[in-house]
């Protein structure tokens, strides 16, 4: 049997670019993040990880069961 059940990581913008650098700006559309409020359901992989600690200030976690 093969294995299809990915883990996912959900992340919310919480708090707005303005005034922050392009590379982090550039990190949240990567997430499929541009506005506030909006929420992206993306694999939970190393590179994902890395770029949500980059704009950590700026994301919440949502932690799926």
Request: aromatic share 0%; proline share 3%.
């Amino acid at each position: 049997m093969a294995e299809n059940t990915r883990k996912t990581v959900s992340i919310e913008q919480v708090r707005s670019p303005i005034g922050r650098s392009e590379d982090q700006r550039g990190t949240l559309i990567g997430l499929k993040l541009n506005k506030m409020g909006r929420t992206a359901s993306l694999e939970d992989t190393p590179a994902v990880r890395g770029m949500i600690a980059k704009v950590a200030h700026l994301v919440r976690v949502i932690e799926s069961k």
